[in-house]
C-alpha cells in the first residue's frame, strides 16, 4: 500500500497554518489513525485556509486564512456551503467532521 504523503498537503498554507496541521497530524500519529484518515482530516483543515484565502467574501478572512485561531464558526459555515455548491453534500458532511475534530478543544 503506497503511503499517503500528508505533509505535501500543507506545503503552500501559511506558516502558522501548516504548524498546527503538522502537529495535529502527529497527535493523530500517535493515536495510530489510519494514514487516510489524516490524510482527508489535514486536507479539509488546509482547504478551509486555501478558501479564506481565494473565496471567502468575509471582510475578515484574510486574517484567518493567515491563522487559523482567528478562525469563526461563520467562516466555517461559509466554506461548508461553498464545498456543498461546488462539490457534494456527502463530501460537505465530510468536510465537517474533519472540521470538527480540528478545532475541537483539546482535552490534555
Do not use: C
Amino acid at each position: 500500500m503506497t503511503t499517503l504523503n500528508v505533509a505535501k498537503v500543507f506545503e503552500d498554507l501559511p506558516r502558522v497554518w501548516a504548524g498546527y496541521l503538522q502537529d495535529w497530524d502527529r497527535t493523530m500519529r500517535s493515536r495510530n489513525h489510519p494514514d487516510t484518515t489524516r490524510y482527508n482530516y489535514v486536507l479539509a483543515a488546509a482547504q478551509l485556509a486555501r478558501y479564506l484565502k481565494e473565496h471567502s467574501p468575509d471582510f475578515d478572512s484574510d486574517a484567518a486564512a493567515d491563522d487559523p485561531t482567528l478562525v469563526t464558526k461563520g467562516h466555517v459555515e461559509a466554506f461548508q456551503a461553498w464545498v456543498i455548491e461546488t462539490r457534494s453534500a456527502s463530501t460537505g458532511l465530510n468536510k465537517h467532521k474533519a472540521l470538527q475534530q480540528f478545532f475541537k478543544p483539546s482535552t490534555e
